[in-house]
């Protein structure tokens, strides 16, 4: 088994975490704004911090380069390509989402729905952000060959199975 290429890493979770930020800036800044707000007007909440906003942004980064080292981590396991990063996505999810929800549903300080809108939304964001940055993704030179062999007849062209540009 090969060793995990963590430039490529890196690049790719840059990617996923870019596709993350678009995705939280969709879903909290345009969709729900106006229902946390009133939520957070509940608690007497001032809103988010300038600073806090910054911190979200760079985690989302951190998830990216996560996400796509789970992608690889599964390749050996469940063979480059989309599916794989799909499952890495949907994988990372459950805790990333799923369990913080479920932690937040305990508390009581936020509505239930807001809560499950925001676990809909990334159940399809993390897999599509993967999906992204998984793309660039591509074994360090010494893997290849034992990917190749473990790909069962992929495309010996592309043997990432992503179609993306190689090295």
Known sequence: MGRINGSRVVLGGLVAGVVINIGEFIYNGLLTADAMAEAMARFDLPGYAPSAMVLYVL???AMGIFAVWLYAALRPRFGPGPRTAVY???TFWVPASLFQTLMQM?????????????AAWTLIELPL???AGAYLYRE??????AMAAASY???????SGMGGPGD
């Open 59 to 61: 985690m989302a980064f």
């Open 140 to 145: 360090s030179e010494e893997a290849e060959p």
């Open 106 to 118: 305990g508390m009581a300080l936020w509505p239930a729905g807001l809560l499950w809108a925001g």
């Open 129 to 131: 952000a993967t999906l």
């Open 153 to 159: 007849g992929r495309d010996k062209a592309d043997p």
């Open 88 to 90: 890495a996505g949907l």
